[in-house]
């Protein structure tokens, strides 16, 4: 039955430590997604509030105010649950503290009770008599071996006290430092909250502006949607004619997909397995707008078809080829900005929004290679990078490739 007993108190310590741990484990994940959000948050202000404008546009203002304030509800909403977290372990470590408050004095009570009673027997006679009075030669052995055995319990007993007295301290330092970080996670929390209401009445404001000239916006968007989709058919005439002149040289007559030779194939193959562990384009960047079909971030009922991520980075900054492979065209588009195509096996990687180009076509380029100097837009002074990812003729999400920030 005290087998049992003590193998069930065995398993609820051993329930309560993993309990302990993992609650840490959580904390410490939400502690390093807050840690880059507000990372995120000092980004935004470099990369899109920072920036040198020529002249106000309220529509890209607004779209840089929205992603802040996404981002900071973002964090709000993690501190609260660190907070939370942290709550539940000082609770935890209080209850903790006050059961080894309870042994740590049942332990010193017990000591002081042995102590005293060593005590009224220690005498160099009394111990004497104790061995002496014995029937036997064996008796006497055995009275021998006890009090050692009482000596060497009361030394452990002593070292009971000091351990439990250690984790004591312990425990109490930790629940000090635990509530100092509540206390400033609190004061954390409070903080962001004033600033996303200053940026929310900003927000209203702008929106309101944007309402009254709503048409002439609606307009000026048609007019770059427009402008998108000559880049996008361009590049993809180019992908589609590279692909029928790779084919008739192979003797296919294929126009969707490249016909692979063993070292392209290769090449395809090990781009494939770093899916979600290639590199970003740019050094350092903020992606601003995502793959795929979207609502407009300003306009409402306005949805845009997005070819790539739209990646705001440093001025003056370089596009960086993700893999190796060999640079399939550089274009002209629009104004005079430019891209390169770099042809990974049957993936094409676009480096769209470029001012100066760096390769040639036909160039081997390496992991990491720069490719040219990202255009930076002088009225709204951002420097932003298309990045673009096909499979042949079909377009990919470019978030799933590469590295997670």
């Given at each position: 039955m005290k087998l049992k007993k003590h193998t069930f108190l065995g398993f609820l310590l051993l329930l309560l430590s993993f309990k302990i741990s993992a609650q840490q484990s959580t904390r410490k994940e939400l502690e390093a997604h807050r840690k880059k959000l507000q990372k995120e948050i000092q980004q935004v202000n470099k990369l899109l509030f920072d920036a040198q404008k020529r002249e106000k546009n309220i529509l890209e203002d607004l779209k840089d105010l929205n992603k802040k304030i996404e981002i900071r509800e973002r964090l709000i909403n993690t501190i609260r649950l660190e907070t939370k977290a942290l709550i539940n372990e000082i609770e935890t470590n209080e209850k903790?503290?006050?059961?080894?408050?309870?042994?740590?004095?049942?332990?010193?009570?017990?000591?002081?009770?042995?102590?005293y009673k060593s005590y009224k027997s220690k005498s160099l006679q009394n111990r004497t008599l104790f061995l002496l009075s014995s029937e036997s030669f064996y008796q006497a052995y055995k009275r021998l071996q006890y009090m050692k055995q009482y000596a060497s319990y009361q030394k452990k007993q002593g070292i009971r006290i000091q351990q439990k007295t250690y984790a004591l301290n312990q425990l109490k330092d930790s629940l000090l430092v635990q509530k100092q970080q509540k206390n400033t996670l609190l004061t954390s929390e409070i903080k962001e909250k004033n600033q996303i209401e200053s940026e929310m009445k900003e927000q209203e404001k702008l929106m309101a502006q944007i309402k009254e000239k709503e048409d002439f916006y609606k307009i000026e968007l048609k007019e770059k949607q427009r402008e998108e989709k000559t880049i996008i058919a361009k590049i993809d005439r180019l992908i589609k004619e590279e692909i029928r002149k790779d084919n008739a040289k192979a003797g296919s007559k294929s126009s969707t997909s490249f016909t692979l030779t063993p070292e392209t194939k290769a090449l395809a193959l090990r781009f494939e397995q770093n899916k979600g562990r290639l590199p970003w384009p740019v050094e350092n960047g903020l992606i601003v707008r995502r793959f795929g079909s979207q609502p407009h971030p300003t306009l409402r009922g306005i949805t845009i078809q997005s070819t790539g991520l739209h990646i705001v980075t440093n001025k003056n900054a370089d596009a960086e080829s993700i893999f190796n492979g060999e640079v399939l065209a550089v274009l002209t588009l629009s104004e005079g900005k430019k891209s390169v195509m770099v042809r990974h096996g049957n993936y094409i990687t676009a480096y769209n929004n470029l001012e100066e180009v760096y390769v040639n076509k036909g160039d081997e380029v390496r992991t990491n290679q720069v490719l040219g100097k990202i255009f930076t837009d002088k009225i709204t002074g951002k420097t932003k990078l298309v990045f673009v990812l096909f499979k042949n003729r079909q377009r990919l999400n470019p978030l799933d490739w590469i590295a997670k920030r």
């Amino acid at each position: 039955m005290k087998l049992k007993k003590h193998t069930f108190l065995g398993f609820l310590l051993l329930l309560l430590s993993f309990k302990i741990s993992a609650q840490q484990s959580t904390r410490k994940e939400l502690e390093a997604h807050r840690k880059k959000l507000q990372k995120e948050i000092q980004q935004v202000n470099k990369l899109l509030f920072d920036a040198q404008k020529r002249e106000k546009n309220i529509l890209e203002d607004l779209k840089d105010l929205n992603k802040k304030i996404e981002i900071r509800e973002r964090l709000i909403n993690t501190i609260r649950l660190e907070t939370k977290a942290l709550i539940n372990e000082i609770e935890t470590n209080e209850k903790q503290l006050q059961k080894l408050s309870k042994e740590l004095k049942k332990l010193k009570s017990d000591y002081g009770a042995m102590i005293y009673k060593s005590y009224k027997s220690k005498s160099l006679q009394n111990r004497t008599l104790f061995l002496l009075s014995s029937e036997s030669f064996y008796q006497a052995y055995k009275r021998l071996q006890y009090m050692k055995q009482y000596a060497s319990y009361q030394k452990k007993q002593g070292i009971r006290i000091q351990q439990k007295t250690y984790a004591l301290n312990q425990l109490k330092d930790s629940l000090l430092v635990q509530k100092q970080q509540k206390n400033t996670l609190l004061t954390s929390e409070i903080k962001e909250k004033n600033q996303i209401e200053s940026e929310m009445k900003e927000q209203e404001k702008l929106m309101a502006q944007i309402k009254e000239k709503e048409d002439f916006y609606k307009i000026e968007l048609k007019e770059k949607q427009r402008e998108e989709k000559t880049i996008i058919a361009k590049i993809d005439r180019l992908i589609k004619e590279e692909i029928r002149k790779d084919n008739a040289k192979a003797g296919s007559k294929s126009s969707t997909s490249f016909t692979l030779t063993p070292e392209t194939k290769a090449l395809a193959l090990r781009f494939e397995q770093n899916k979600g562990r290639l590199p970003w384009p740019v050094e350092n960047g903020l992606i601003v707008r995502r793959f795929g079909s979207q609502p407009h971030p300003t306009l409402r009922g306005i949805t845009i078809q997005s070819t790539g991520l739209h990646i705001v980075t440093n001025k003056n900054a370089d596009a960086e080829s993700i893999f190796n492979g060999e640079v399939l065209a550089v274009l002209t588009l629009s104004e005079g900005k430019k891209s390169v195509m770099v042809r990974h096996g049957n993936y094409i990687t676009a480096y769209n929004n470029l001012e100066e180009v760096y390769v040639n076509k036909g160039d081997e380029v390496r992991t990491n290679q720069v490719l040219g100097k990202i255009f930076t837009d002088k009225i709204t002074g951002k420097t932003k990078l298309v990045f673009v990812l096909f499979k042949n003729r079909q377009r990919l999400n470019p978030l799933d490739w590469i590295a997670k920030r």
